[in-house]
């Protein structure tokens, strides 16, 4: 298994800002995900993010938008840039470990 | 591409309930299929994984089960508490690492 902490766990921001999330896990990882939950629905992949190596983003999805860091195989960042209130989101990082899939506690991000 | 589809939406139990959750996919070639809980606001807590050669998989009063041949998965939770009020996911993992999650059920369990 793996465990996963992320923070913030929650923001308010204001419009024009941006806002980084941070995930460490507790074991070393390849590959780490960060998905974004829109209020009532369900997830969506941002991007893919190696280690040493610029993340792949999904459709829809810019790096100039979500800039992500991955300095080692433990820690991310996920960077919401230049908010807009559209960007109200729940932001979860997760790792897989043997095909399963683990969470962060999710950082529930409101733009105002 | 593959679709995930859970039915209902929302189910509201009185305590003491077994009950029953559905996820359908379209697409039989799957590697695994997850289920997870989401409480509000909160990250996801996964519960079991079944791997594509398995039929099912049982933890405490949860039991997942899988056909891949119809295309479906049930998540049985027995004797219902309150404390399991909260989303409920899956997500099905193809062959190509791609992952596709349902919009989920929200259960309420009445006291």
């Known amino acids: 298994s793996a465990v996963i902490s992320q923070k913030p766990s929650r923001d308010i921001c204001q419009r024009g800002t941006s806002l980084t999330i941070q995930c460490q896990v507790d074991s070393q990882v390849t590959m780490m995900f960060w998905y974004r939950q829109q209020p009532g629905q369900s997830l969506t992949l941002i991007a893919t993010?190696?280690?040493?190596?610029?993340?792949?983003?999904e459709s829809g999805f810019v790096i100039d938008k979500f800039p992500i860091s991955r300095p080692n195989l433990t820690f991310s960042t996920l960077t919401v840039s230049n908010m807009s209130p559209e960007d109200s989101s729940i932001y979860l990082c997760s790792v897989e470990v043997g095909g399963e899939a683990f969470f962060g506690q999710g950082t529930r991000l409101t733009v105002v | 591409k593959q679709e995930v589809t859970q039915i209902p939406a929302a189910l509201s139990v009185p305590e003491g309930e077994n009950l029953v959750l559905n996820c359908s996919f379209t697409d039989s070639a799957i590697y695994n299929l997850q289920w997870f809980r989401q409480d509000p606001g909160k990250g996801l807590t996964s519960l079991l994984l079944i791997q594509s050669s398995q039929r099912e998989q049982t933890s405490g009063r949860l039991n997942a089960s899988l056909d891949k041949s119809s295309g479906r998965s049930t998540l049985y939770i027995a004797a219902s508490q309150p404390g399991d009020s909260a989303t409920y996911l899956c997500a099905v993992k193809d062959n190509n690492n791609d992952m596709r999650f349902g919009a989920g059920t929200r259960l309420t369990v009445k006291p």
């Open positions: 993010a190696n280690q040493g190596s610029e993340a792949t983003y």
